[in-house]
């Protein structure tokens, strides 16, 4: 299969597979022409970094489920300890999503949306500027 046929049938952008082979995560064979040859086997992997990549997993995530998936002799506890830490990962971004709702909300309801000047909302951005400033 050429680059075009295993990314349409893996879903992944042709850009994306070449640089996933950059980086070393599939290896497709060469034809003499230099074009890439992608087995079955290149196009599984693919499809499974896809997948991996859409649950959040980062490319080490990636390296690793993959070297795990490939290692007959795992233990399914490492595969379990990579993919606890995404989900631990992605409980923290709903933890600091939820704050930033309630503070979004908090500033929406106090504001008073009409023709006056004054607005709590445009203070607290300025006031969070302040901080930034100061900790860099």
């Given at each position: 299969?050429?680059?075009?046929d295993?990314?349409a049938?893996?879903?992944?952008?042709a850009?994306?597979?070449?640089?996933?082979?950059?980086i070393g995560?599939?290896?497709?064979?060469?034809e003499a022409?230099?074009?890439?040859?992608?087995r079955?086997?290149?196009?599984?992997?693919?499809?499974?970094l896809?997948?991996?990549?859409?649950?959040?997993?980062?490319?080490?995530?990636?390296r690793?489920l993959?070297?795990?998936y490939?290692d007959?002799s795992?233990a399914?506890?490492?595969?379990k300890?990579?993919a606890?830490a995404q989900?631990?990962?992605?409980?923290?971004?709903?933890r600091?999503?939820?704050?930033m709702?309630e503070?979004?909300?908090?500033?929406?309801e106090?504001?008073?949306?009409?023709h006056?000047?004054?607005?709590?909302?445009?203070?607290?951005?300025?006031?969070?500027?302040?901080?930034?400033?100061?900790?860099?």
């Amino acid at each position: 299969m050429n680059i075009g046929d295993v990314s349409a049938r893996s879903g992944l952008p042709a850009k994306t597979i070449r640089y996933y082979e950059d980086i070393g995560l599939i290896k497709p064979l060469r034809e003499a022409n230099g074009y890439r040859a992608f087995r079955e086997q290149e196009l599984h992997k693919l499809a499974f970094l896809g997948r991996a990549r859409a649950l959040g997993f980062t490319i080490e995530d990636c390296r690793s489920l993959l070297a795990l998936y490939e290692d007959k002799s795992r233990a399914s506890a490492d595969v379990k300890q990579i993919a606890q830490a995404q989900l631990d990962r992605i409980e923290a971004k709903i933890r600091d999503l939820e704050a930033m709702r309630e503070t979004l909300s908090h500033l929406i309801e106090n504001c008073a949306g009409d023709h006056r000047p004054d607005c709590p909302i445009l203070e607290d951005l300025e006031n969070g500027a302040h901080l930034v400033k100061a900790s860099e």
